[in-house]
């Protein structure tokens, strides 16, 4: 079950770098295990691009399936302490227009951080906290997790540093406040209080989600209370049900539009900032048929269609930085400031 409190934005995005590409190990270079692997390697870069776990549920994803090399743009093989691995890359404009002609929204590769805080118990009933640590089986788990969905999950340390801020029985305990003033060090856009506990024969996991800000997280916008049969779904429910969100609040429903918008931005001072905003605006997935309108001196008005809400626009700006708007007291109207490439 899965309770949502609003739809909020926050200041910080992180760059999210290959969305369309996805590798698997494979036993051999057969064609029939290349299909096989392709097959699922299409189906996994489906569900990081649109950010829904259930997106493979759609009828005409289903029925493409089959035809997953058809989009398939390069791919290799690739040999590490003896293990073959097959890498492929799919073509972004075909990936995408499956999408919109199955109705499936877009999440674009600016994405929002999120620090999973969470804590188990182990057969001896004493409380750890899962932390960034390779020799972790839960942390491996997360990561992998993560990384299948795009999602930038990060874990915390857990050194001297976290432990004098925040202790185990706090973070069990899913207490915002001491957590959110560990949690400031990582500056992230959203913190993810977690717990997963024995309860009879099942596992009950426990979450939820807080927007924060440079001093603390107060502001819960998601939480869910769930209960699986072991500790690996429930890692694994972690990261879908979350992912999940952050997809809903940010994604792009490219199957509709919204009609035109015009961006008027007033610092564009130089033929590079020019073509920096408009790169910027091409790429955005909520926007299509971007156009410069007219331009007077510094002032460039852009004319573009908005698909889907116009209010997933507005979150997606927001949590990127780059196209700051703001009021202009001398035009009487809102404007846009290009901050530059990241």
Do not use: C
């Amino acid at each position: 079950m899965v309770t949502l409190f609003g739809n909020h934005s926050m200041a910080q995005a992180k760059l999210v770098d290959s969305l369309y590409s996805a590798d698997k190990d494979v036993v051999n270079q057969s064609t029939t295990e290349r299909n096989k692997a392709i097959s699922s390697l299409f189906e996994s870069v489906l569900v990081k691009i649109s950010g829904r776990s259930d997106v493979l549920n759609e009828p005409l994803v289903m029925e493409q399936r089959k035809h997953a090399m058809s989009y398939i743009t390069t791919f290799n093989y690739q040999k590490l302490s003896g293990q073959t691995r097959l890498v492929a890359a799919f073509n972004e404009s075909s990936i995408d227009n499956l999408l919109k002609q199955a109705g499936v929204s877009i999440w674009g590769s600016q994405r929002p951080t999120a620090m999973i805080w969470l804590a188990y118990r182990d057969e001896n009933n004493v409380r750890h906290v899962v932390s960034d640590d390779g020799n972790d089986d839960y942390a491996s788990t997360l990561k992998g997790a993560a990384k299948a969905r795009g999602m930038p999950m990060l874990l915390p340390l857990w050194d001297l540093e976290d432990q004098f801020s925040v202790s185990a029985a706090e973070v069990w305990g899913m207490f915002p406040d001491s957590i959110g003033q560990a949690n400031v060090r990582y500056a992230t856009d959203f913190m993810v209080l977690s717990k997963i506990t024995h309860v009879g024969l099942t596992v009950q996991l426990n979450w939820a989600i807080y927007k924060g800000n440079s001093a603390d997280y107060n502001d819960i916008v998601a939480s869910g209370l769930d209960e699986l049969s072991s500790y690996d779904l429930a890692l694994a429910a972690l990261v879908d049900q979350t992912s999940d969100f952050f997809a809903r609040q940010y994604s792009v429903d490219t199957s509709a539009h919204s009609g035109e918008q015009m961006f008027v931005v007033t610092n564009i001072d130089s033929i590079a900032k020019y073509a920096e905003t408009l790169a910027y605006l091409n790429g955005l997935k909520g926007l299509e048929t971007v156009y410069l309108k007219h331009n007077k001196h510094h002032v460039f008005t852009f004319a573009a269609t908005v698909l889907g809400n116009p209010q997933s626009l507005i979150e997606v700006l927001k949590l990127e930085q780059r196209l700051i708007e703001t009021f202009d007291d001398e035009r009487g109207e809102s404007v846009y400031l290009w901050q530059g490439a990241n």
